[in-house]
């Protein structure tokens, strides 16, 4: 596997494997590649401890690295999943906040490492990129949900 020329790099504390599993489980054109092992002590771990995993969620190539609990996520980073229904949206939605994540505002939430994810039916981006009426319909209907709802954006864009 050649190395990617720009690589994202998330920090976990110690669960960049199990992290990156679950995405290659939840996300399509997702999977988990190399796991390399510390070779010597470090700060946060010992030698043979899992230091770095190469892991692509949905296209894009990541490197979890396990640096210990120094630094943790916030909403300045986050994943932005496009759907194309409330099946897919509901179905990305309920396996990040079902596996101890937690439900944020506008169709953001986050998983049980902290990572944030935007979870964006088609439907929304394309009435936001529309604009006037239709865009600010769209824009309010969405400011007052948790996880999106498709028929209600859609009905909002119709006015």
């Known amino acids: 596997m050649a190395i990617a020329k720009n690589t994202i790099c998330l920090w976990y504390d110690k669960d960049a494997e199990a992290a990156a599993r679950f995405y290659a489980e939840t996300f399509p054109d997702s999977s988990v590649g190399a796991i390399h092992r510390a070779p010597g002590d470090y700060p946060s771990g010992k030698a043979g401890d899992v230091l770095t995993v190469e892991f692509t969620v949905a296209g894009i190539p990541c490197l979890g690295l396990n640096g210990g609990p120094a630094f943790r996520h916030n909403e300045a980073f986050s994943f932005q999943i496009a759907t194309d229904d409330q099946e897919e949206t509901d179905r990305y939605w309920n396996a990040i906040v079902g596996n101890g994540g937690q439900e944020s505002a506008c169709g953001w939430c986050k998983d049980k490492w902290g990572v944030s ?7 929304l981006t394309e009435a936001l990129a529309v604009g006037g009426d239709e865009a600010k319909r769209a824009f309010d209907a969405m400011m007052s949900m948790t996880k999106i709802d498709v028929a209600a954006i859609e009905a909002a864009r119709r006015g």
């Open 117 to 123: 994810w935007q979870i964006t039916p088609r439907v």
